[in-house]
């Protein structure tokens, strides 16, 4: 991990004098969704909507392109900043880089997310990878991968249910954390945690206690992390990157993985 982190500083350094020839002694893996007309959307948030303002070429005989575009803060990949549900909290252009980049674990809970779309993510899950790989150990960025990711973007069996509004929430299930889980990962002094389905809190939540715990300790979320499977349990380097909403709760996220 500290290779990779060298290699990331060498590069940062040196672009200037070799903007054409650095190369990095890994491979990217993108970890974001695009955002389109199917990119999925909490039922009662507004959905992400692109208008195109020019695709065309001008009087003056060049091509210009322009849209404006409006979503939600919450939809598609994105971040949970800590002040979407602890007031005073950390807002989405105040969470320090350090929480942003860093090293991240994946922790791999699909035969058990498999068996049930209500699965909460436990301290059993947490103690079996940690009995592998050893503590999680603080500053960590970590991921959980349930395997919902290969549902996306079908609304039915990413969300389970295609309605909006208000009436399609006690519809939901989906995979998330356990709040025991999460009082573990604050515990643990982590970073960030990430998952692949659309809350770090299971579909069926109505108190959200996982967002609670974690964004008191100024912990963000990460959610609707695409391509989970591409990571290995330990070993990737992150680059997580929100739109730099000021005063915001959450806003899109470019997400990226450097691995060795």
């Not at 054409?20 to 890994?26: C, H, I, P, V």
């Amino acid at each position: 991990m500290r290779s990779l982190l060298l290699v990331v500083i060498s590069l940062l350094a040196g672009c200037r004098q070799q903007p054409t020839n650095a190369r990095l002694a890994g491979t990217w893996v993108d970890l974001t969704y695009p955002f389109d007309s199917t990119t999925v959307y909490w039922p009662t948030a507004q959905p992400f909507r692109l208008t195109v303002v020019s695709a065309q070429r001008t009087p003056a005989g060049y091509y210009y392109a322009a849209n404006n575009f409006a979503a939600a803060e919450h939809g598609g990949t994105h971040i949970d900043a800590p002040v979407h549900f602890a007031k005073g909290q950390h807002t989405t252009d105040q969470i320090p880089l350090s929480q942003l980049i860093g090293p991240a674990v994946v922790i791999d809970v699909t035969q058990r997310a498999d068996s049930s779309a209500d699965y909460r993510i436990t301290m059993d899950d947490l103690t079996k990878w940690e009995t592998a790989h050893g503590r999680i150990a603080a500053g960590t960025i970590v991921l959980f991968r349930t395997g919902w990711g290969s549902r996306w973007p079908d609304r039915a069996r990413y969300l389970g249910t295609v309605k909006t509004g208000a009436a399609a929430v006690p519809e939901l299930h989906f995979p998330g954390l356990h709040p025991d889980a999460a009082a573990a990962l604050v515990d643990r002094n982590v970073s960030a945690v990430g998952i692949d389905t659309p809350s770090i809190d299971y579909g069926q939540s109505t108190t959200f206690d996982v967002h609670q715990r974690l964004f008191a300790a100024d912990i963000p979320g990460f959610e609707n992390v695409a391509h989970l499977e591409r990571l290995p349990a330990t070993g990737a380097f992150l680059v997580a990157l929100p739109m730099k909403i000021k005063g915001g709760s959450g806003g899109p996220l470019r997400i990226v993985a450097l691995l060795p």
